[in-house]
Nanobody
Framework: QVQFVESGGGLVQAGGSLRLSCLAS????????MGWYRQAPGQQRELVAS???????NYADSVKGRFTISRDNAKNTMYLQMNNLKPEDTAVYYC?????????WGQGTQVTVSS
């Protein structure tokens, strides 16, 4: 069965850094477009960053220059390096995998940035 193990979330001060990891199993990882989404209190879930099988990436404007998405297909793992964190980055971050009609979501990990 499909399973995601998300790690790296936590509490950090503004200006700090965190690295999120999403370890996937039960899928042919290299086939999937992977992405990080987040949902802040009282807000809709939004795309933070995505990375395609060909390693093309895209980012929300709010995180460009601060966040970097990457993947290691040999480890079935996607990462999100988050630098210069801001209080507005506070949210639950979700790992997503998509391949045609097959879409899977992780359970989310909390990121809290204090001011």
């Amino acid at each position: 069965q499909v399973q995601f193990v998300e790690s790296g979330g936590g509490l950090v001060q503004a200006g700090g850094s965190l690295r999120l990891s999403c370890l996937a199993s039960g899928i042919t990882f290299s086939w999937y477009t992977m992405g990080w989404y987040r949902q802040a209190p009282g807000q809709q879930r939004e795309l933070v960053a995505s990375i395609s099988p060909d390693d093309s990436t895209n980012y929300a404007d709010s995180v460009k220059g601060r966040f970097t998405i990457s993947r290691d297909n040999a480890k079935n793992t996607m990462y999100l390096q988050m630098n210069n964190l801001k209080p507005e980055d506070t949210a639950v971050y979700y790992c997503k995998a998509a391949w045609y009609s097959s879409i899977y979501w992780g359970q989310g990990t909390q990121v809290t940035v204090s001011s």
